[in-house]
């Protein structure tokens, strides 16, 4: 039987979260967290948590299992499990509406503060506008982001400055415009990068690439980013 | 109990895919109060899954390509029940869809050219089926859905639309002459519930392929807006037609691309033979998905299954080499070592044909507008409600959906609908607004669930249910076995119209919604088996024992299932494309 420890936290019931303790007979397999809490779930319907694709590619189902974030549906417990002992808590920094369900507002905000959307201020042609290969590779390990939010819980200069400073996600998509050929804002865009917080308080922790499920590296991004307002100033 | 608060727009979208958001966009572009209500953040809704891509005849690999023969191609694989002049609609609007989701930002993947590049997929030709193999979905690498929905978000995030996320839609709201004037709706994070007034509904909720035991689709994919359609009384249209994906990863039930058959993987059986050139000597592992899934349950059937149980079929990719596996299909790759522990690269993938998508849904025009036929048989608009993308049945998929046309369907009739609601907006809409007994009645099935006691669990009423769904109505069917399966149908109505909420809080009560949820699954459940049972032919993915034919006598038709009584007519396929000759029903060959 796997030990299992979920963080509960009804606010209409309980005046402080707790760890409940439940035991889960996988059966021997393998599975991914997600199926043990579909389990327990059918029980206990009163567990709580977001899921959608189940396959890694909609990120409702970011959680913090054993110390670690990442998605519960393409976490096999052969990865996480220790000693039997399978500890499930929401993601770090955020505030909790229930059990593992986080308030992503402040984590969406940041998002929308990059503008994630193509700017271009020419005349749209009767076609596709043409990239080459070479510039369409420079979007590959950024468009991918599924904004999961594993990265920026993650990141202990998020957990300080969850206001002002972007994270890793929201960076990573900044750059994902800025590196894009057919985005034509590339100067509005670093200005409003531009100061002590937005960009620059990225410690270089890496915790964001540890955890990121889809192998995306926010740390190299944010060092473009680094790099372009760098060379901006001078 | 008091009265709901409410909230009014022009235009309210149920749904937040693709469908939902590109509707949304083009409203809220137009300055109309526009509000998506998703119950889950936009960007997690179910098009995020769709891999391959999206069919459009942009001549980018070929530049002659010509979207009459995409139509001609779609008509063939629709098994001739695809209205012909929704069909040229979408193709032949198609490519300035697509380039203007390019112009949104959406990251194709590109040619040396610098133009989108495009994959061959199942069942597309050149030249009327006389040229040959075709290369006609565009692809950004094998994350197009995801790809595509994160710009619409993005699109929409640009233009302001208002997102009502993580709330849910549980029922439509009817006045006295009938019209759809919006719908209740519950804000999950808090538990509150509000009618939100509407000029125009639009249905955008996307599929149901959870009705079935093994399924490539979301958990969220639970037929919310086929359900709300049926319990106000609304008919639905070929619901019986449900496409079998051939290749889900067995076991897991996740996608595995069309487009790996497109970059040259093929099918094997246990003795190695790629059995495909068997059953379609021309277009081989690239015939319909229909056909395609058929052969894959003979083989298992006949003995030539894989694996210890002989219960799938492998796909073969490692002869693509690592380099164009990574670079083409790297989302593949993944999935694949997660959930079949085989990597591509030097391994098969087990796979085997998997509940994918709904072809049947919501009838509707070209518009969006949604439809329901009168006693003299005439089509019959219902006022305020539209439909587009998966829920909706335009029609242009008929018995059978080509790869890749699905993005184009949605991101095409998003857009009509759209741009219809902006004119019939400026026009003027004038509706009589719901009385409170109105908007009691579509409370009633929300109260009675808040007031319930006892009753069985969700979660065995929900197995059960797929799994009467996945053994009576799977790919190939039986009369007398599925009348077997509506008789098990039919003891559950009570069952989960009853089923258990122990859980009565307020605070993002997911518990609620997977009740809610259920109910919407079974409705779509009842209605397939009923109308699978009364179509007496094979056509497409609908293929009897015991008919084996295609009967174009009796059913080159849609049918139409009435929910009041629940009976079972047919209504008329369209035949006139406005500005090319009809394309006449042959026999479909691969």
């Known amino acids: ?234 | 109990m008091s009265a709901l608060r409410t909230i009014s727009f022009d235009g309210v979208i149920v749904g937040g895919g693709g469908a939902g958001m590109r509707a949304a966009l083009q409203l809220a572009q137009s300055g109309y109060k526009t509000a998506v209500i998703s119950k889950v953040f936009p960007t997690r809704s179910h098009t995020v899954s769709a891999q391959g891509g999206i069919t459009c005849a942009i001549a980018s690999d070929d530049p002659n390509d010509d979207w009459r023969w995409h139509m001609y191609d779609t008509v063939k694989g629709s098994d001739y029940i695809g209205d012909q002049d929704a069909i040229e609609y979408m193709c032949s609007v198609g490519p300035e869809a697509v380039f203007e989701l390019e112009h949104m930002g959406l990251p194709f993947s590109r040619t040396e050219e610098g133009r989108i590049y495009q994959r061959p997929f199942g069942g597309q030709s050149k030249n009327f089926g006389e040229g040959g193999q075709a290369a006609r979905t565009c692809a950004a690498a094998d994350r197009t859905g995801h790809a595509l929905l994160h710009t619409l978000y993005q699109g929409n995030m640009k233009n302001n639309t208002v997102f009502f996320n993580e709330w849910y839609a549980t029922d439509i709201v009817k006045n006295q002459d009938g019209a759809v004037v919006g719908v209740i709706a519950i804000c999950m994070e808090t538990g509150e519930t509000v009618y939100v007034k509407s000029k125009a509904t639009v249905f955008a909720t996307g599929g149901a392929g959870r009705i079935y035991a093994s399924t490539t689709n979301a958990h969220i994919n639970t037929g919310d807006g086929i359900g709300m359609a049926l319990r106000a009384g609304f008919p639905v249209q070929d619901i019986e037609m449900w496409q079998f994906h051939p290749t889900g990863i067995a076991g897991a039930g996740t996608l595995v691309t069309e487009g790996c058959r497109g970059e040259g993987g093929y099918l094997i059986n246990k003795d190695g033979e790629r059995f495909m050139e068997r059953y379609a000597p021309n277009a081989k592992d690239l015939a319909g998905r229909d056909v395609v899934a058929r052969s894959m349950v003979l083989e298992i059937i006949e003995g030539r299954g894989c694996g210890p149980e002989g219960d799938h079929v492998y796909l073969k990719l490692d002869h693509l080499g690592e380099e164009v596996l990574e670079s083409r299909l790297p989302g593949i790759c993944e999935l694949s070592r997660t959930f079949a522990h085989a990597d591509p690269v030097k391994e098969p993938i087990p796979v085997v044909p998997t509940c994918h998508y709904m072809m049947g849904g919501i009838p509707t025009n070209v518009h969006g507008q949604a439809l329901t036929v009168d006693a003299a048989g005439n089509d019959q608009i219902i006022p305020g409600l539209y439909a587009c993308g998966e829920v909706a049945c335009v029609s242009v998929h008929g018995a059978n959906r080509l790869g890749g046309n699905s993005l184009l369907d949605l991101v095409v009739f998003g857009r009509a609908s759209g741009l219809f609601i902006e004119k019939a907006l400026r026009e003027g809409v004038e509706m009589r607004d719901a009385s409170e007994t109105d908007v009691e009645q579509a409370m009633a099935r929300l109260d009675k669930l808040n007031a319930s006691s006892g009753g069985e669990n969700v979660a065995d009423l929900r197995k059960e249910l797929q799994n009467t769904m996945q053994n009576h109505f799977g790919v190939f069917r039986n009369g007398e076995f599925m009348q077997e399966g509506i008789r098990k149908l039919s003891d559950l109505r009570g069952r989960i119209e009853n089923a258990k909420l122990d859980d009565k809080s307020m605070v993002y009560n997911t518990a609620r919604i997977e009740a809610l949820e259920l109910h919407n699954l079974f409705e779509v459940a009842e209605a397939t088996a009923i109308t699978a049972e009364a179509r007496n032919e094979s056509r497409g993915a609908h293929a009897r024992d015991d008919f084996k034919d295609r009967d174009d006598e009796n059913w080159l038709c849609h049918s139409m299932y009435y929910p009041a009584d629940k009976s079972v007519g047919k209504r008329s396929v369209n035949f006139e494309p406005k500005t090319v000759d009809t394309f006449q029903p042959k026999a479909r060959t691969y």
């Open chain 1, 1 to 234: 039987m796997l030990q299992v420890s979920i963080y509960r936290y009804n606010p209409e019931q309980d005046s402080q979260p707790y760890m409940q303790d439940i035991q889960v007979d996988t059966g021997g397999k393998d599975l991914m967290v997600l199926d043990v809490l579909e389990m327990i779930k059918s029980q206990d319907t009163t567990v709580t948590y977001r899921r959608s694709c189940r396959e890694g590619v909609c990120g409702s189902d970011g959680l913090n299992m054993n110390g670690k974030n990442g998605l519960a549906c393409i976490t096999p417990l052969s990865e996480t499990v220790k000693n039997n002992k399978l500890v499930i808590r929401p993601l770090p920094g955020l505030p909790v509406i229930r059990d593992l369900i986080v308030d992503m507002t402040m984590f969406y905000t940041q998002y929308e503060k990059v503008q994630p959307y193509l700017q271009n201020d020419t005349p749209a042609p009767a076609i596709e506008r043409l990239q080459s290969p070479e510039d369409r590779a420079k979007l590959d390990g950024l468009y991918e982001c599924i904004l999961c939010a594993c990265c920026s819980t993650a990141c202990p200069s998020f957990w300080w400055n969850p206001e002002r400073f972007i994270g890793p996600s929201g960076l990573l998509q900044a750059y994902r415009f800025l590196a894009d050929t057919r985005d034509t804002a590339t100067t509005e865009r670093l200005a409003q990068l531009d100061d002590p917080f937005s960009v620059f308080r990225c410690h270089g922790i890496q915790n964001c690439v540890n955890v990121c499920p889809k192998g995306l590296n926010p740390t190299r991004a944010i060092g473009h980013i680094r790099n372009m307002l760098l060379s901006r100033a001078t």
